[in-house]
T-cell receptor, first 116, second 110 residues
Framework: AQSVTQLDSHVSVSEGTPVLLRCNYSSSYSPSLFWYVQHPNKGLQLLLK??????LVKGINGFEAEFKKSETSFHLTKPSAHMSDAAEYFC??????????????FGPGTSLSVIP | NAGVTQTPKFQVLKTGQSMTLQCAQDMNHNSMYWYRQDPGMGLRLIYYSASEGTTDKGEVPNGYNVSRLNKREFSLRLESAAPSQTSVYFCASREQRTAHFGEGSWLTVV
């Protein structure tokens, strides 16, 4: 069965300092992994995705994530936080699977606050 | 290059009214999904459709019905809206290793 755990419900960082949002997953087969961002009262925007190519994935707005199979992790990082990064972040796993039950699973989300 | 299109974007309903949220994708994807997003609950799967003509319940299907009449469209219907269905609804489609989401539909039931 697939599942996604985002270890922190809320993260607060100072502007200009690094961001780390943690995500662990479980998947029976070979997953695709995504990070989405949602600003207040806005829809979901894709930040980056891992689909079995390079394990270090670069996304938009300076974000990147590294797929570590041994740790079943896909943590999101950014070297220097900006005020506009304050939002809700969702880690998502999509598993091809071997059955007809074929889902896209969202993590519970991490709210990122950026302090001026 | 529309991707996934949801309508309406905003809707206010009275308790007991019915309505249908429409979702269409132009990427020829087989799998489509409806989620609801509530504070502190993240996104929860309501229904999904693995292919045209098939639908299955997700985590929170009660109070909803869906229809996948063709490959492109997947609609979500509230037959008798309740205040507990006040939420933001997202439609998504997926093919192989790529998932795409609509921009969301904000629904308020009063």
């Amino acid at each position: 069965a697939q599942s996604v755990t985002q270890l922190d419900s809320h993260v607060s960082v100072s502007e200009g300092t690094p961001v780390l949002l943690r995500c662990n997953y479980s998947s029976s087969y070979s997953p695709s992994l995504f990070w989405y961002v949602q600003h207040p009262n806005k829809g979901l925007q894709l930040l980056l995705k891992y689909t079995s190519a390079a394990t270090l994935v670069k996304g938009i707005n300076g974000f990147e994530a590294e797929f570590k199979k041994s740790e079943t992790s896909f943590h999101l990082t950014k070297p220097s936080a900006h005020m506009s990064d304050a939002a809700e972040y969702f880690c998502v796993v999509s598993d091809l699977g071997k059955t007809s039950y074929d889902k896209v699973i969202f993590g519970p989300g991490t709210s990122l606050s950026v302090i001026p | 290059n529309a991707g996934v299109t949801q309508t309406p974007k905003f809707q206010v309903l009275k308790t007991g009214q019915s309505m249908t949220l429409q979702c269409a994708q132009d990427m020829n994807h087989n799998s489509m999904y409806w989620y609801r997003q509530d504070p502190g609950m993240g996104l929860r799967l309501i229904y999904y459709s693995a292919s045209e003509g098939t639908t299955d319940k997700g985590e929170v299907p009660n109070g909803y019905n869906v229809s996948r009449l063709n490959k492109r469209e997947f609609s979500l219907r509230l037959e008798s809206a309740a205040p507990s269905q006040t939420s933001v609804y997202f439609c998504a489609s997926r093919e192989q290793r790529t998932a795409h989401f609509g921009e969301g539909s904000w629904l308020t039931v009063v």
